[in-house]
């Protein structure tokens, strides 16, 4: 194994190889999924990843987002897997992990996995904060003239200051509406995922209404909602969250989720009740996705691709 100190962020990059990539899923929109990376140094407080971690007896809070783990040989991996299949099913990149956090800057492996699946192409979701990913919009292109692509930017608040204490290190919500605005450019199917919602947070009519519109002003194909998610492994880092930033929040959250994971109907309801009226109000009809022609445009030249990350 060979430890990557990123200096000044305290992140360990761990290179480890891997046996499989692919990664059968059930009960998802997906078949698969591929996650080049295991740990996350966005250190969201609410990532339900966390718990995957927790299955695997690691440590869900440091060991998640300060040592991160690098399949070095997925793309590799990859190669071998891909003709196996018999059925060319969907498959998700970056369902337990952020294929375009930092480490990607030096590792290039999540674009060397598209670079694979071009070779032999499936229907493809991309789920990222990363605004790196406007690295690779030659790629999204090329994939997206053979099979479907789609890129779901993780937007749960456009409030700097609410991003900034829930998901400490990753990419400012400005920076990831101008990459959505980039991928659109290009003519990629590229929109907002305004998830989680947190409760008392960002599940405002303001709130919501404030992504919507910045979805809507960036041009998002999309603008979709989930609602928040607390599995075991996750509850200890949200709570700590909500203890610094806002106490008087945890006594009714912890009451709301006192024996479940997930939100009760009644506010499931309630909420996906609003966010149809609010995605009507900024054109996002039809469960969220705005009505428009599929075109796909030449990349912008590299100059014009520049984005802090």
Same mark, same amino acid.
């Given at each position: 194994?060979?430890?990557?100190?990123?200096?000044?962020?305290?992140?360990?990059?761990?290179?480890?190889?891997?046996?499989?990539? &692919?990664?059968?899923?059930?009960?998802?929109?997906?078949?698969?999924?591929?996650?080049?990376?295991?740990?996350?140094?966005?250190?969201?407080?609410?990532?339900?990843?966390?718990?995957? $971690?927790?299955?695997?007896?690691?440590?869900?809070?440091?060991?998640?987002?300060?040592?991160?783990?690098?399949?070095?040989?997925?793309?590799?991996?990859?190669?071998?897997?891909?003709?196996?299949?018999?059925?060319?099913?969907?498959?998700?990149?970056?369902?337990?992990?952020? =294929?375009?956090?930092?480490?990607?800057?030096?590792?290039?492996?999540?674009?060397?996995?598209?670079?694979? &699946?071009?070779?032999?192409?499936?229907?493809?979701?991309?789920?990222?904060?990363?605004?790196?990913?406007?690295?690779?919009?030659?790629?999204?292109?090329?994939?997206?003239?053979?099979?479907?692509?789609?890129?779901?930017?993780?937007?749960?608040?456009?409030?700097?200051?609410?991003?900034?204490?829930?998901?400490?290190?990753?990419?400012?919500?400005?920076?990831? &509406?101008?990459?959505?605005?980039?991928?659109?450019?290009?003519?990629?199917?590229?929109?907002?995922?305004?998830?989680?919602?947190? =409760?008392?947070?960002?599940?405002?009519?303001?709130?919501?209404?404030?992504?919507?519109?910045?979805?809507?002003?960036?041009?998002?194909?999309?603008?979709?909602?989930?609602?928040?998610?607390?599995?075991?492994?996750?509850?200890?880092?949200?709570?700590?969250?909500?203890?610094?930033? $806002? =106490?008087?929040?945890?006594?009714?959250?912890?009451?709301?989720?006192?024996?479940?994971?997930?939100?009760?109907?009644?506010?499931?309801?309630?909420?996906?009740?609003?966010?149809?009226?609010?995605?009507?109000?900024?054109?996002?009809?039809?469960?969220?996705?705005?009505?428009?022609?599929?075109?796909?445009?030449?990349?912008?030249?590299?100059?014009? &691709?520049?984005?802090?990350?």
């Amino acid at each position: 194994m060979f430890y990557h100190i990123q200096m000044g962020s305290g992140v360990a990059y761990r290179e480890v190889t891997t046996k499989r990539a &692919l990664t059968r899923v059930q009960g998802m929109p997906f078949a698969w999924s591929l996650n080049p990376y295991s740990g996350c140094s966005h250190a969201c407080t609410y990532c339900y990843a966390r718990e995957y $971690h927790a299955l695997k007896g690691r440590d869900t809070g440091a060991g998640f987002d300060r040592d991160v783990e690098v399949k070095i040989n997925f793309a590799e991996v990859l190669r071998r897997e891909l003709p196996r299949l018999r059925v060319r099913e969907t498959v998700a990149l970056g369902t337990a992990t952020d =294929p375009y956090q930092p480490a990607e800057a030096r590792y290039r492996i999540t674009r060397k996995t598209l670079e694979v &699946l071009f070779g032999c192409p499936l229907p493809l979701v991309i789920v990222t904060k990363g605004t790196l990913i406007v690295r690779d919009i030659d790629l999204l292109v090329r994939l997206s003239r053979v099979v479907d692509v789609r890129v779901c930017v993780s937007i749960g608040t456009v409030s700097r200051e609410v991003a900034l204490a829930s998901e400490p290190d990753a990419p400012e919500p400005s920076a990831r &509406l101008e990459a959505v605005r980039r991928l659109r450019a290009a003519g990629i199917d590229a929109g907002v995922l305004c998830a989680p919602v947190l =409760p008392g947070i960002s599940d405002s009519d303001g709130s919501l209404e404030a992504v919507a519109l910045a979805a809507a002003e960036h041009d998002a194909a999309f603008c979709r909602t989930r609602p928040l998610k607390l599995d075991p492994a996750v509850r200890p880092h949200y709570f700590a969250f909500l203890e610094e930033h $806002h =106490p008087t929040l945890v006594r009714p959250t912890t009451a709301a989720f006192a024996d479940r994971v997930n939100p009760t109907r009644s506010y499931v309801e309630q909420l996906e009740a609003r966010v149809a009226r609010i995605s009507r109000k900024y054109g996002f009809a039809d469960h969220g996705e705005r009505p428009r022609s599929r075109t796909i445009a030449p990349p912008p030249p590299p100059a014009q &691709l520049k984005l802090a990350i």
